[in-house]
C-alpha cells in the first residue's frame, strides 16, 4: 500500500490535470466566440462600404 503523502500526490495531479483540461475548454470556446463575433463585425463592415459607395453614386448623379 503506499503511503497517505503519494496518494495526496496523486489526488493532487488529477486535480491539477482537470484544471489545465477546463482552463483549455474555456480559451477555446471564448476564441471560437471571438471569431464568430469578428466575423458578423466584418460583414457589418462590409454592408457599410456598399451602403455608402450607393449613396455616393447617387450624390454624383444628382
Known amino acids: ?4 503523502s503519494g ?31 469578428l466575423e458578423r463585425l466584418k460583414n457589418a463592415l462590409e454592408e457599410t462600404r456598399k451602403n455608402t459607395e450607393d449613396v455616393k453614386k447617387k450624390l454624383e448623379e444628382v
Request: without cysteine.
Open 1 to 4: 500500500m503506499s503511503t497517505p
Open 7 to 37: 496518494w495526496i500526490s496523486i489526488i493532487l495531479g488529477l486535480i491539477l490535470l482537470v484544471v489545465l483540461v477546463f482552463a483549455f475548454y474555456q480559451v477555446n470556446r471564448t476564441l471560437n466566440e471571438f471569431k464568430v463575433e
